[in-house]
């Protein structure tokens, strides 16, 4: 069975940082381009960040440039979303996602796995 399950969201304090962990199960996560979303409430989802299954390469939304980082452990089969100075407007539910070969950056609509998602709020 596919799953994807986030763990690692909380409450922060502005100027904060947290990682958030995406762990695979029922497939082998190197061999897929993955995402991170996330959904601020009354807001549409939106594409955070994503690497890319051949090279790592990665991508960025403009509001998270310089700030987050992703990144996978094929041994663990996780992927990683390591935020830093955390910003009120990072508020939202972050989901893991995959879409397998649809590459990076992707829509959500590309997506057929989801997480669950983590909860991350940062406070002002």
């Known amino acids: 069975q596919v799953q994807l399950v986030e763990s690692g969201g909380g409450l922060v304090q502005s100027g904060g940082s947290l990682r958030l962990s995406c762990t695979a199960s029922?497939?082998?996560?190197?061999?897929?381009?993955m995402h991170w979303f996330r959904q601020a409430p009354g807001k549409e989802r939106e594409g955070v960040s994503c690497i890319h299954r051949n090279d790592d390469k990665t991508d960025y939304a403009d509001s998270v440039k310089g700030r987050f980082t992703i990144y996978r452990d094929n041994a663990a089969n996780t992927v990683y979303l390591q935020m830093n100075s955390l910003k009120p407007e990072d508020t939202a539910v972050y989901y893991c996602?995959?879409?397998?070969?649809?590459?990076?950056?992707?829509?959500?609509?590309?997506?057929?796995?989801w997480g669950k998602g983590a909860l991350v709020t940062v406070s002002s």
């Open positions: 029922g497939f082998t996560l190197a061999y897929n381009d």
């Open positions: 996602a995959t879409g397998r070969y649809v590459g990076c950056p992707a829509a959500a609509a590309d997506m057929f796995f």
